[in-house]
């Protein structure tokens, strides 16, 4: 039933299928994985840099900030290195078009941190441009290939400092959240799509999703890749596990349905100092990316919002969360004493 309305929904869009540009993508990449920006340590100077980028171009594109007037979420870094510096989330909104569902929203997020800089070698610039340059580029994409189609649900551009250093950022915002969690449908999350050179061999044409049936996203995302001929795969190894990896999962402990999407889970550069902007592929990063702008608009338009997948049995502790978060009893309880 769902994956017919899905269906549905995404052959009226066809005709506007969003259009991404692959020297966009690789302008964003070739910027934020420059040496310039010295690796985008978690807190650094050069990650300030990376947010006023990104920040700029979203406001280029006539997505709005997210934090009154301001696209930053700012705080201090809290602990070890760098304790007391400034860190910042970077926040930008595409408001709905529809007077109720406007106050829902779609999460499309990335982390822009990495690595910094090595103690010795010399290159000691871990760059960074797969993970995560290219899911920063891939958000500032959906954001441009959407922002004119006016979704009913509104759309938060969402990246992420410290994601490196555990989650930070995300966790951060997960408990200060800038739009009510509770109203908050899904969140896509986009890491590493830019490289196709798997350990296991080339990945063209095809995305991974972590946690592919832990909720309706995954299976409605696939029905979508079908389409036009983008698969949108369960990794038989590493979904499961990759499914608390990366940011998705500090959204998913507060009961959010949220997963990563990933091109090539484990590549050769991965966290050294060689992942550089001239590896990735931009046409398949392109088309990668328009999958998931489409993925985020049907999300945006559907009349049902995704929810938790009951029969599988590692989301329990989702299922919970996401029952605390909009007040209802848990199962256990409502069972109770009846
Ligand atoms: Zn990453």
Redesign the pocket.
Known sequence: MMTTLLATAFLQQLSTLPVVKPEELKRHVTYLASDDLKGRGTPSPELIKASEYIAAEFAKIGIQPGVGKSFFQSTKWERGRGAGEEVRNVVGVLPGSDPVLSKEYVVVSA?YD?LGEAKEGTDKIFN?AN??AS?VAGVIGIAAAIAQSKPKRSIIFLTFYG??RGLVGSTFYSKNPVFPLKNTVAMLNI??IGRTDDSEGPRVGAVNLTGFDFSTIGPACAKLGKEVGVPVIEHPQFSAPFFMA?DNAAFAAVGVPAHTFSVAYEFSDYHKVGDHADKLDYDNMAKITALIAACTLNIANSSQVPSWNKYQKRTARYIEAYEKLQGKAPVSQTNKGS
């Open positions: 982390h990495h960074g993970d995560d899911g994601e490196e890491e590493q990366s």
